[in-house]
Every structure is written in structure tokens, then in C-alpha cells.
């Protein structure tokens, strides 16, 4: 048996486990809402977009899964070609540093690249300084050539009825 992390493509029937990551990530966020049905609905009606994706990590081929990745993909016109908006890094807490992240991360560059994308893009909270080194060791940067300073991301939550 490997012991070499193992990553993939979530098919629709591994919707409840991606779901049941999410909740964690969720959970490990201190956050109570959106529920485990709402993310199980969200999970399955994101799986039937062609531009998002899921990618599952484990410890090994023979593993449960322990990790997930969320992808986007669009069109980016400053790029002429396609963007993958990398979302939802997460990794079950017993299962870090064992190098799933890193895995699914490579395996989210190769759909990527299969996809005809030209940029990947994240964010990350400032002060997760484990991700950031994760980040920084595949190539992502937080600063644009073109400019001087940092790109910057912001948000802004709209009210939900």
C-alpha cells in the first residue's frame, strides 16, 4: 500500500463526502451557518455546473478522504484565456502535514492547465502563515509584476432573505 498522498476529481456520487468537509471547514471556522443540508444542496448544485470542480485528498489512493479543494473556472479577458479561482482549502485537522494539501493543489494546476487556464488565483487570512508557505512554495504570489504593492481582495456580503 502507497503512502503517497492521492488526489482527484469528486465524481457526483462523492457529493456527501465533499459536503461533509465543507461542514468541517465550516465548523473549524467557528461557524454555525449555512447548514449541513444547505451545503449538501450547494455541493450538488455546484457539482452540476461544468465550471466548478471539486478536488478530494487523502492520505493514500486506499484512503478515506481528508481534504478538499473547491475550483471555478472562467473566462478572464485580461488573460485571453481562462482563470481558476481556487476556494475552500481544507484539510481535516489529524490529516496535515501530511502533504494532501500540497497534493490537491497540484493536482487543481493540472486541471488548470487541461482547462486552458492562464491564472490561478487565492486568497488566504494574512496571519495563516502555514498556508502561505504552502502558497509561496507553488508559485502564487500576492503582488502583480505590473504594480508595485500587494493585490488586495475584497468582499462585500450582501443581505440574504
Do not use: K
Not at 5 to 20: D, K, L, S
Not at 25 to 52: I, Y
Not at 91 to 115: C, D, K
Not at 117 to 126: A, F, H, Q, V
Amino acid at each position: 500500500m502507497s503512502t503517497t498522498p492521492y488526489a482527484w476529481i469528486a465524481e457526483t456520487h462523492e457529493a456527501e463526502t465533499v459536503a461533509r468537509l465543507l461542514v468541517e471547514f465550516r465548523d473549524h471556522l467557528g461557524m454555525d451557518w449555512p447548514s449541513e443540508n444547505a451545503f449538501l444542496a450547494g455541493v450538488e448544485r455546484l457539482m452540476d455546473d461544468r465550471d466548478t470542480e471539486f478536488v478530494l485528498g487523502a492520505a493514500h489512493a486506499d484512503a478515506p478522504p481528508t481534504g478538499v479543494v473547491q475550483l471555478r473556472f472562467r473566462y478572464g479577458i485580461w488573460r485571453a484565456g481562462g482563470d481558476c479561482l481556487v476556494e475552500d482549502v481544507y484539510v481535516s485537522e489529524a490529516s496535515r502535514g501530511a502533504g494532501i494539501a500540497r497534493t490537491m493543489l497540484e493536482h487543481a494546476t493540472t486541471r488548470a492547465l487541461e482547462r486552458g487556464c492562464r491564472r490561478m488565483e487565492l486568497d488566504t487570512n494574512e496571519t495563516n502563515a502555514t498556508a502561505i508557505a504552502l502558497y509561496e512554495s507553488l508559485g502564487f504570489t500576492n503582488s502583480t509584476a505590473a504594480y508595485e504593492g500587494r493585490d488586495l481582495y475584497f468582499r462585500r456580503h450582501l443581505p440574504h432573505e
